[in-house]
């Protein structure tokens, strides 16, 4: 079974340009997530999706961040324009949701963001 | 925002000695789940504790969870060089899915 997948896996781009990242989740999982990573710390959730709706996105930056999941499958994530506080690693996952296993999440490898 | 905290920060053991790592949470939770990220790569599930659940195992790992203190600990047994990495909990705050993760602990286990 083909996990997530994330693309690119590494990008560097200068202040002010735009950059978007896509994410396709593993087959049949409901929920998804894009989460922000900077170094040395835990992920912190930017949006989740259940199916195409998004249902928690109040730690997304607004005034530069979009995300959006089409027909609830793959999903892009947005900025525009980056500043230099956006470099990070942009982890992408997805769920299969409540279930007798619990809601186990299951992760990208990531995208590495660096804003020059 | 973060829902935990673990502690410490950073653990440096040697290989065959035992690792424990501490978290701490601060709302109700529906379970409580470790995760493992080695440098440069995803985080890996490693063992989900219900919150109706005490203690559980897997393999090397022993996971305990007190929900009157809201906290949790992983414990690895006979430790090695390939455990080192970046130890994170995540808790699902009352079954909505909603995973928050911690800062993580960064254990280094030396051979």
């Known amino acids: 079974e083909a996990g997530v997948v994330q693309s690119p896996r590494y990008k560097i781009i200068e202040k002010k340009q735009p950059v978007a990242f896509w994410c396709n989740p593993i087959s049949g999982h409901n929920t998804l997530y894009w989460y922000r990573q900077n170094l040395g710390q835990g992920p912190e959730l930017l949006i989740r999706y259940e199916n195409e709706e998004a249902v928690d996105d109040s730690q997304l930056p607004k005034d530069r961040f979009s995300a959006e999941r089409l027909k609830g499958v793959d999903s892009t994530l947005k900025i525009q324009p980056a500043e230099l506080g956006d470099s990070a690693v942009y982890l992408c996952a997805s769920s299969p949701g409540q279930g007798a296993s619990g809601n186990t999440i299951y992760f990208g490898e990531g995208s590495w963001l660096t804003v020059v | 925002s973060q829902q935990g905290e673990e502690d410490p920060q950073a653990l440096s053991i040697q290989e065959g000695e035992n690792a424990t790592m501490n978290c701490s949470y601060k709302?109700?939770?529906?379970?409580l789940q470790w995760y493992r990220q080695n440098s440069g790569r995803g985080l890996v599930h490693l063992i989900l504790i219900r919150s109706n659940e005490r203690e559980k195992h897997s393999g090397r790992l022993r996971v305990t969870l007190d929900t009157s203190k809201k906290s949790s600990s992983l414990l690895i047994t006979a430790s090695r060089a390939a455990d080192t990495a970046s130890y994170f909990c995540?808790?699902?705050?009352?079954?909505?899915?909603?995973?928050?993760f911690g800062a993580g602990t960064r254990l280094t286990v030396k051979p």
């Open positions: 995540a808790t699902d705050r009352s079954g909505n899915n909603d995973m928050r």
């Open positions: 709302t109700s939770i529906n379970n």
